[in-house]
Nanobody, 123 residues
Framework: QVQLVEAGGGLVQAGGSLRLSCAAS????????MGWFRQAPGKEREFVAT????????YYADSVKGRFTISRDSAKNTVYLQMNSLKPDDTAGYYC????????????????WGQGTEVTVSS
């Protein structure tokens, strides 16, 4: 059983930056592809970014491409989401997720989820 704990959310002005982290425990980190998803109030959960087991492959939603960067540190069993040039539309709860082997942009493909961290971007 994999446990995921997110951190790093908060309130930031438009144009600012935040770095989210997701610490994994209870499993072999290198066996899992990792993803970030977000859910704004009244909206469905949407894909943000995903990274392969090795970290060599990444995919991003078009809405964040060029502004967000996903990375992972195997020594710390942690995945990060660096968010730059934040916009009010980025306001949401951000969730980390894990699935064995392959990356996916489909939330239904993920087996483990964190509790989420809130990001609020003010205009």
């Amino acid at each position: 059983q994999v446990q995921l704990v997110e951190a790093g959310g908060g309130l930031v002005q438009a144009g600012g930056s935040l770095r989210l982290s997701c610490a994994a425990s209870g499993g072999t980190f290198s066996h899992y592809a990792m993803g970030w998803f977000r859910q704004a109030p009244g909206k469905e959960r949407e894909f943000v970014a995903t990274i392969s087991q090795s970290g060599g492959i990444t995919y991003y939603a078009d809405s964040v491409k060029g502004r967000f960067t996903i990375s992972r540190d195997s020594a710390k069993n942690t995945v990060y989401l660096q968010m730059n040039s934040l916009k009010p539309d980025d306001t949401a709860g951000y969730y980390c997720a894990a699935r064995r082997i392959r990356t996916s942009n489909d939330s239904r493909a993920y087996d483990y989820w964190g509790q989420g961290t809130e990001v609020t971007v003010s205009s």
